[in-house]
C-alpha cells in the first residue's frame, strides 16, 4: 500500500480512537450519577478497557467504589464478574488495567507526534485560524480577505496614536463584528456563554501583539501535563515551534516593530498601585453576559463586584451587579459547608483515601467472616464432627473478637464526625489564599445576578 494512504488510514484510526474516548467518558459521568441516585445495581462493558484507561481509577472502582454501592461489575470478554468470589479472571484485572493504561499512553504519544510534524511542516495544527486568517483545505494558513482590512485598519490607527479604547469605539460604531462573532459565523465554532458583541481592549491587544500577522506562524505554546490530566500549561518561548515566512503577511514587519515598541513603552510607563488579589477572580462570570466579573470601590467602602462588560461598555452591553465581595464569599462558603454536610464534597474536601472509612470497611468483613465461621461451627456441632463443648468455647471467642469489633467501628466513626466538623470549622475561618484554593478546588464556575447565584461544582456536571 501506498505510504500516503497508510498515513491516512492510521490518522484515521487514531481520531475514531479519541472520539470513542470522549463518548465513553460522557457516558461514565451519566453513569455515575445514575449510581448516586441508586438507579442502577448492575454495570456491563465490553471488556475492561470500556470501563477505563486509567489503572488507578479502574481499581479504584473495581475494588472499593463499586463494592461500596454494591454495585455488579462484569467485563464479558475479559470474564471478569465481581459477584462470582471464585473467578479466577477477577484476579488478574489489575494487570490487564495496566496493560489498557498504557495502550492509552501509546494513542496520546502517537497524537502528540503527529501534531508536531504537521507543526514543524508549517501546517496549523490549531481548529481554527487567527482574525484576518483562514485555513485551506490543506491547512494552510491564508489571507481571509473579508476582515483583513480591519486588522490593517487597527495597527494603522494604533500607529497614528489612538488608544486602544479610541480604536474599540471606533469599531463598534462602524457595526464591526467581533472576531469571535465573526468565527461562530462563519466556521462551525460554538461557544456556549453569552457572547459579546462589543470590541474590547483586550482583543485589540492580542491582535497588535500577534506575529502571525508578519507571516510568523507560532504554535505549540501551550500543552497538556500528561495523557491522564486535561489541564493545559503555557511552555516557555523556547519551546514554541515558529516557521517564519509560513503565509502572507497582513502587516509589514518594520509597523509590528514599531507597535511592539509602543506596547512595551506604555506598559513600562504605566504606574499603577499593585491589583489586590481577589479570591474570585477567574471563577465568577455575569449569568447575563457570560462576562468575568470586575471590582470597584467606593472612597472608604468596601469592594463591590460589578460585570467587566458593563464596566467597560456601560448599560447598553449589560446590567450592573454591584453586589459586595464579602457577601458573595460568605454565600459561596454557606453552599460548601451544605454540600460538606450532605457528603457531596467528601471525596474533594475530606479525601478519597479516608484511612477511617478503610478500616471500618475491613473490620465489617472480619466480623462477616466470623458469622460464617460460627454458623460453620453450630453445623459442626449438628453433624457430631465437633465437640459440644469445645465448639462453644470457639463460638464465645468468634462472638468476643465481634464485639471488639464494634467497639472499634464507633471509634472510627466518630473519628470521621469529628473530622467532618474540624473541615467545617476550616471552611468557616478560612480566608485569603487558603480560601481561594478552597474554592477552586470544589467549584469550577459561578455565574452572577443581582438577585441569583448558580454554581457548578468539581463534582457534578450540572448548576
Request: overall charge positive.
Amino acid at each position: 500500500m501506498h505510504k500516503k494512504k497508510i498515513w491516512k488510514l492510521q490518522k484515521f484510526i487514531l481520531m475514531m480512537d479519541i472520539l470513542a474516548l470522549i463518548l465513553i467518558d460522557l457516558g461514565f459521568k451519566q453513569m455515575l450519577a445514575d449510581i448516586e441516585n441508586e438507579k442502577i445495581n448492575t454495570i456491563i462493558t465490553k471488556d475492561l478497557s470500556r470501563l477505563g484507561r486509567d489503572y488507578i481509577d479502574t481499581g479504584y472502582y473495581i475494588e472499593k467504589y463499586f463494592p461500596m454501592r454494591k454495585i455488579r461489575y462484569i467485563a464479558v470478554n475479559d470474564g471478569v464478574d465481581t459477584i462470582d468470589e471464585q473467578n479466577s479472571n477477577n484476579e488478574i484485572t489489575p494487570f490487564k488495567a495496566v496493560i489498557n493504561d498504557l495502550y492509552a499512553k501509546d494513542i496520546s504519544k502517537k497524537v502528540k507526534t503527529a501534531l508536531l510534524t504537521k507543526a514543524m511542516n508549517g501546517e496549523s495544527i490549531k481548529p481554527f485560524a487567527p482574525y484576518g486568517y483562514k485555513k485551506d483545505g490543506k491547512n494552510r494558513i491564508i489571507i481571509d480577505e473579508n476582515v483583513a482590512e480591519n486588522v490593517k485598519k487597527i495597527y494603522q490607527m494604533y500607529l497614528s496614536g489612538s488608544s486602544k479604547k479610541e480604536i474599540c469605539n471606533y469599531l463598534n460604531t462602524n457595526n464591526i463584528i467581533t472576531p469571535l462573532m465573526y468565527k461562530m459565523q462563519y466556521t462551525n465554532y460554538k461557544n456556549p456563554n453569552n457572547v459579546s458583541k462589543e470590541w474590547c481592549i483586550s482583543t485589540i491587544t492580542n491582535i497588535l501583539k500577534d506575529r502571525m500577522y508578519i507571516g510568523d506562524l507560532v504554535q505549540h505554546k501551550y500543552s497538556s501535563i500528561n495523557y491522564k490530566i486535561k489541564k493545559v500549561v503555557k511552555l516557555e518561548q523556547s519551546k514554541n515551534i515558529i516557521i517564519k515566512n509560513n503565509h502572507k503577511a497582513i502587516i509589514k514587519k518594520e509597523d509590528f516593530e514599531k507597535v511592539s515598541q509602543m506596547l512595551k513603552g506604555k506598559s513600562n510607563e504605566c504606574k499603577r498601585e499593585s491589583k489586590s488579589s481577589h479570591i474570585l477572580t477567574g471563577i465568577v462570570f455575569c449569568q447575563k453576559c457570560g462576562a468575568r466579573i470586575a471590582y470597584t470601590k467606593n472612597h472608604g467602602s468596601s469592594f463591590k463586584i460589578i460585570c467587566s462588560n458593563y464596566k467597560k461598555n456601560g448599560k447598553r452591553a449589560c446590567d450592573n451587579i454591584y453586589i459586595e465581595e464579602q457577601e458573595i464569599l460568605n454565600c459561596i462558603k454557606q453552599k460548601i459547608i451544605e454540600n460538606v454536610k450532605k457528603r457531596h464534597l467528601e471525596h474533594i474536601i475530606i479525601g478519597r483515601q479516608n484511612k477511617c472509612k478503610e478500616e471500618i470497611e475491613k473490620l465489617n468483613l472480619q466480623k462477616i467472616k466470623n458469622i460464617n465461621a460460627i454458623k460453620q461451627i453450630y453445623t459442626d456441632i449438628a453433624n457430631n464432627e465437633i465437640e459440644k463443648f469445645l465448639g462453644k468455647q470457639i463460638i464465645a471467642e468468634y462472638v468476643k473478637e465481634n464485639e471488639n469489633i464494634e467497639i472499634k467501628i464507633e471509634q472510627y466513626q466518630s473519628k470521621i464526625k469529628e473530622r467532618k466538623v474540624n473541615v467545617i470549622k476550616q471552611i468557616e475561618e478560612a480566608d485569603g489564599e487558603k480560601l481561594r484554593r478552597l474554592i477552586f478546588m470544589v467549584i469550577k464556575r459561578v455565574e452572577l445576578s443581582k438577585s441569583n447565584m448558580k454554581i457548578q461544582y468539581n463534582f457534578e456536571n450540572y448548576f
